[in-house]
């Protein structure tokens, strides 16, 4: 292990210790998208650690993490979409004041972060819209610009309060076509594994399916504002977005008992040959699946979801901690990450 990466992984760790619960945003199920169901503040490192600068626009780079070969800044559709939404709060927060020129500042700015996902769309007659992330993920042995429910989801979240903000059809349209690639699997390069009941919507796309759970959530939150905004709109958006959320909640319910490890919770079901079949998730990673599944509960109330936060919560121990500390860097051994 080198001393770089060494130091890396020390912060890391520290940082996680000391990680608190997301603040979850609640009663969010009106027809008008207000806020993001996770409380996002516009401070690039609280976001994410990987946004290193910004473009002319105002649009974030990320760096790569620490065990891709060849580091390059990058835009990184997640992140960007997220940085969009906590700018969004910053207006919602804003926009009832006299001070004019901050309203138009940071609504300008989130319009920026829309037309970001507008400008950048590949268009598909088959696949409909969908963006590409193009950094290596060594981990899931991917090397190629690669497609992302949760990259799907955020560009939803980000163009629907677009259109409903400005009345902009183009917002509207390109919303529709980015609810395409839920409809499609891995294989015929879409962006979900399984099928029927066990259905999961993938974050990252490799050869076989990872099951990042957190992703896995996070995908079903676009569809969720989808189901919202196309309500008295659009009937066929409504019908198609609505089905694909109810089949995501299905296959998540069927997949929540699988990432139980009695005493703490998988980071992923991933399929890939020679991924270490015990990978736990980190602090801050359970507390946020933990705060996922109770916004899920406040929206589908489905006890499961209510039932899996409380106890992933009551993980939170001491000797859990140091036991999953352990299967963490054994599993980040295999993977070359150390």
């Known amino acids: 292990m080198s001393v770089k990466k060494k130091i890396f992984m020390l912060k890391k760790m520290y940082r996680d210790i000391g990680s608190g619960y997301p603040d979850i945003v609640m009663g969010q199920n009106t027809k008008t998208l207000n806020r993001y169901y996770i409380n996002f503040k516009p401070k690039p490192k609280t976001l994410n650690r990987l946004i290193s600068s910004f473009?002319?626009?105002?649009?974030?780079?990320?760096?790569?993490?620490?065990?891709?070969?060849?580091?390059?800044?990058?835009?990184?559709?997640?992140?960007?979409?997220?940085?969009?939404?906590?700018?969004?709060?910053?207006?919602?927060?804003?926009?009832?004041?006299?001070?004019?020129?901050?309203?138009?500042?940071?609504?300008?700015?989130?319009?920026?972060i829309a037309d970001w996902f507008k400008d950048t769309a590949i268009i598909d007659d088959k696949l409909g819209a969908y963006w590409l992330t193009d950094v290596d993920k060594p981990e899931f042995n991917v090397f190629k610009p690669w497609k992302s429910a949760f990259t799907q989801s955020r560009a939803l979240s980000i163009l629907l309060r677009a259109w409903q903000m400005t009345e902009d059809q183009?917002?509207?349209?390109?919303?529709?076509?980015?609810?395409?690639?839920?409809?499609?699997?891995?294989?015929?390069?879409?962006?979900?594994?399984?099928?029927?009941?066990?259905?999961?919507?993938?974050?990252?796309?490799?050869?076989?399916?990872?099951?990042?759970?957190?992703?896995?959530?996070?995908?079903?939150?676009?569809?969720?504002?989808?189901?919202?905004?196309f309500d008295g709109v659009d009937n066929n958006a409504f019908e198609k977005s609505k089905r694909l959320f109810d089949d995501g909640i299905n296959g998540l319910i069927h997949w929540l008992p699988k990432y139980d490890m009695g005493y703490w919770v998988y980071y992923n079901r991933c399929e890939i040959e020679g991924y270490p079949t015990n990978d736990p998730c980190t602090i801050g990673y359970l507390k946020l699946v933990t705060a996922?599944?109770?916004?899920?509960?406040?929206?589908?109330?489905?006890?499961?979801?209510?039932?899996?936060?409380?106890?992933?919560?009551?993980?939170l121990k001491p000797q859990n901690i140091i036991r999953m500390y352990i299967e963490k860097y054994k599993a980040l051994k295999k993977l070359n990450r150390l």
């Open 55 to 112: 473009d002319k626009n105002g649009v974030p780079l990320n760096s790569a993490y620490i065990d891709v070969k060849h580091p390059k800044l990058h835009y990184y559709p997640i992140s960007i979409g997220q940085y969009g939404l906590a700018i969004f709060h910053s207006y919602l927060d804003n926009k009832e004041q006299e001070d004019k020129s901050f309203l138009h500042s940071s609504g300008q700015a989130f319009l920026r």
């Open 292 to 315: 996922q599944l109770e916004v899920l509960y406040e929206i589908t109330q489905i006890e499961e979801f209510n039932d899996y936060a409380l106890k992933y919560k009551s993980y």
């Open 170 to 229: 183009k917002y509207l349209h390109l919303a529709i076509k980015a609810m395409e690639p839920y409809e499609y699997s891995i294989d015929a390069g879409g962006v979900r594994s399984g099928m029927l009941n066990d259905i999961i919507y993938e974050e990252y796309i490799a050869v076989k399916p990872t099951r990042i759970l957190d992703g896995a959530i996070f995908s079903l939150f676009g569809l969720y504002d989808a189901v919202r905004a």
